[in-house]
């Protein structure tokens, strides 16, 4: 028996346009299936355009920086590790032994030229290169807890906190029914409200904020989250340098702080139990969990981003060395991606970036603006 | 005149190796560009290996083009849809080449490790340059909507030959005999 769609022989008229149409909607189906994956068929999936569209609706254009955490300066040094993370971690960065460090300072916000003020959130980003071609990247903040626990959170977040095409200025009622929307916000504002603001970069101390999950060699893992603490004491924000007039007066301090001595921060890790959290970033984990020291992060150069190598660089949570695994936190896929879109608009508008906010100048008078 | 050749078994099992790798690259890469959603971790994990998979089969089957010739295409058909085919088969060699290494080299522009499996990079092949990055991304977007834009003919065309000339052509690919 000859099959009765494939084969050989003549077809009538009609048959063929049967043919024809049948082909034209497989065709169309897989166009279909295509776009649809891509986004183009479902106007309220949470996409990377649509992300990098709030973020362009909270803080205006601002051509070839980062759309978040867009004022910062760039830094180099190494890492020293103690060797105490290697049972936990199989990662080579935790053998004993240095590896370099480029980092970069930040603040939180979209806007390159906004003055420093203690409140606002302060971000540390290192990127250790191993041997190999290996690479771990982590960003980190000076806060406890992160505000939001997912893409869509953080996406309406900043549509609550978007100026009013009308009056200029975020209407609160939406900051209102964002919050109601969202205990988890609130409770974790709490937190982040309760925390001791230092006097600057160098004695503040950044979270993970996202858990990840160390393996060892054998194959077992634990979750964790890091930190970096300063090993400069304490000192209460004062916020006098900004009334002065320095509106860049967190990264002056740092850049002469670095040129002083080199600064330094301790890694350490905090081991989560099986009940710990790992999928809510806002959610912190009960006191007294096992911390390990796993070495010091010494940073003893600054550079302006617009010469620091710094700048060319996406600081995404994913890129992570063999033996340090994502969790389950839906916020590490959301930022990854989000980061990466984000870079591919900076380096497209690159020829366009006017200097930084903290100059090349500024970093060569020893942060003196 | 219908062709009774096939291509040879090794055009085949390559072909119909790749042919469901590339069509899943097309779809992974469009969805992670847009996503982000808790499966873009996964998808950027599937996407750089497999990349450089169809790499590497690409240069073993352009290798075996050489060596095992594709059948003639019957002298009936026109001259027009032989050179569409002829110029469509060209495209879909070259994108299997390109895009690969348009990918390696945007990561490589970018410092992105290129993770291949566990502790295993690829080197990067390109100077560390933010421009040159925003060059080959757009490069890599545009190349990959011509990739599946090449596909999706010659799907259709090879579903016009089996279903509507029955010229031989689709059986010479798509025969399991």
């Given at each position: 028996m000859k099959p009765f769609w494939f084969g050989a022989g003549p077809i009538s008229n009609a048959g063929v346009l049967v043919r024809l149409g049948a082909i034209g909607a497989v065709m169309l189906s897989v166009a279909g299936a295509f776009a649809y994956t891509g986004g183009w068929l479902s106007p309220v999936r949470l996409t990377q355009d649509r992300m990098m569209v709030a973020f362009q609706d909270a803080n205006g254009i601002h051509a070839g920086f980062r759309r978040n955490h867009a004022k910062g300066v760039c830094v180099t040094g190494w890492f020293e590790s103690s060797g105490e993370a290697a049972v936990l971690s199989k990662a080579a960065v935790f053998k004993p032994g240095r590896v370099p460090v480029v980092g970069r300072f930040a603040l939180a916000?979209?806007?390159?030229f906004q003055t420093d003020a203690p409140a606002t959130v302060r971000s540390m980003a290192l990127r250790f290169l191993l041997p190999g071609g290996e690479e771990w990247r982590t960003g980190m903040n000076n806060?406890?807890?992160?505000?939001?626990?997912?893409a869509r959170g953080f996406y309406e977040q900043l549509f609550a906190s978007s100026p009013d095409p009308a009056t200029g200025k975020p209407d609160p009622s939406r900051m209102k029914a964002f919050l109601a929307a969202h205990p988890e916000t609130v409770r974790a504002m709490q937190l982040i409200k309760k925390r001791q603001v230092t006097s600057g970069f160098a004695n503040s101390t950044f979270n993970s904020l996202n858990a990840f999950r160390f393996v060892d060699a054998a194959g077992a893992s634990v979750p964790v989250r890091w930190s970096t603490v300063p090993v400069e004491p304490f000192a209460a924000d004062s916020a006098e340098p900004s009334a002065a007039g320095d509106k860049n007066y967190l990264f002056d301090n740092l850049i002469a702080q670095i040129a002083q001595h080199p600064q330094q921060w301790r890694l350490i890790v905090t081991i989560g139990q099986a009940d710990d959290p790992t999928n809510d970033a806002t959610l912190p984990w009960p006191e007294g969990r096992r911390q390990i020291d796993a070495g010091t992060v010494t940073i003893d150069q600054a550079s302006s981003e617009d010469s620091g190598r710094c700048t060319a660089i996406n600081y995404d949570?994913?890129?992570?060395?063999?033996?340090i695994e994502p969790s389950e936190d839906p916020l590490l896929s959301a930022r990854s991606a989000t980061y990466a879109r984000s870079f591919t608009l900076r380096a497209e508008e690159e020829h366009e970036k006017p200097p930084s906010a903290v100059t090349v100048q500024e970093v060569q008078a020893g942060g003196k603006s | 005149m219908t062709t009774k050749a096939r291509f040879p078994a090794a055009s085949r099992l390559l072909h119909w190796m790749m042919a469901p790798m590339i069509v899943a690259m097309l779809f992974i890469g469009v969805g992670m560009a847009a996503s982000v959603s808790p499966r873009y971790d996964l998808l950027v994990l599937i996407h750089r290996p497999l990349g450089i998979a169809i790499f590497v089969l690409c240069v073993i089957r352009i290798v075996n083009r050489f060596i095992n010739p594709p059948p003639e295409l019957p002298d009936t058909l026109p001259s027009l849809q032989r050179f569409a085919a002829k110029a469509s088969h060209i495209i879909l060699y070259a994108l299997m080449f390109i895009m690969p290494l348009v990918g390696w080299g945007m990561l490589s522009a970018a410092r992105y490790p290129i993770v291949l499996y566990g502790p295993l990079r690829l080197p990067p092949i390109l100077p560390h340059d933010l421009t040159l990055y925003a060059w080959l991304r757009d490069l890599h977007t545009a190349l990959a909507y011509l990739f599946f834009a090449t596909f999706l003919t010659h799907f259709g065309a090879a579903l016009f030959h089996g279903l509507v000339r029955r010229d031989g052509v689709f059986g010479s690919m798509a025969s399991w005999r």
């Open positions: 916000g979209g806007m390159p806060i406890p807890v992160f505000v939001v626990n997912s949570p994913l890129v992570l060395p063999s033996g | -």
